[in-house]
């Protein structure tokens, strides 16, 4: 099962990083996504990294602050954020995709890890 750990409070401007341990069965050969979700809203799509890390793709919302990154011999994936705003708060979830490619859609990923809370105060 991933697990998603990192998550806190943190002050406007701050920074935090995200990790994401994952089963090396479910891991091997696939993409690696970053999803989001605040209170009241859907899970919207933040990150996500190719298997070979060579493709990347974020959210506007949050490019140019966030980076992610992934370690394939340790089946860990990265999300460093930065300059983190209140409008960055949420529960912030890992998923294990289909492909070995990323996608923004929710829907192409398939094991999803429990979330780790981030609170951004301003």
């Known amino acids: 099962q991933l697990q998603a750990s990192g998550g806190g409070l943190v002050q406007a401007g701050g920074s935090l990083r995200l990790s994401c341990a994952t089963p090396?069965?479910?891991?091997?050969?696939?993409?690696v996504g970053w999803f989001r979700q605040a209170p009241g809203k859907e899970r919207e799509f933040v990150a996500a990294?190719?298997?070979?890390?060579?493709?990347?793709s974020y959210a506007e919302s949050v490019k140019g602050r966030f980076a992610i990154s992934r370690d394939n011999a340790k089946n860990m994936v990265f999300l460093q954020m930065n300059t983190l705003q209140p409008e960055d708060t949420a529960v912030y979830y890992c998923a294990v995709g289909k492909k070995s490619y990323g996608t923004t859609s929710y829907k192409d990923y398939n094991y999803w890890g429990q979330g780790t809370e981030v609170t951004v105060s301003s």
């Open positions: 090396k069965r479910t891991f091997s050969n696939n993409a």
């Open positions: 990294i190719s298997w070979r890390g060579d493709v990347i």
